[in-house]
């Protein structure tokens, strides 16, 4: 099945993370499951995963810059969403 953009529902998504000086590229499986992680992250981080304004590699969906307290925020979170599949 495909989403209304042409993208397969079980296309695999890649968002980046920037914490501290390492960068991260996190796949989320799913269409869902990617909107329900850049809401999170949209209201954690205070901006929009659009990246305006900053670069973002043609291979990244989505990215954030997050501190310490939030990026345990965000991992704790992914983990929360494994356990309801």
Known sequence: MRTDHGVPDDH?????IYHGP???GF???GK???LKEIA???KLAGWPSSGFGRF????VDGYYVLNDEQF???LSF????????
């Open 12 to 16: 695999e998504y890649i968002i980046q």
């Open 27 to 29: 796949p989320v499986p």
């Open 56 to 59: 973002v590699p043609d291979s």
């Open 78 to 85: 992914r983990k929360t969403l494994s356990a309801e599949v």
């Open 22 to 24: 390492v960068e991260i």
């Open 32 to 34: 869902d499951r990617f």
């Open 40 to 42: 999170f992250l949209d």
């Open 72 to 74: 345990d925020q965000y």
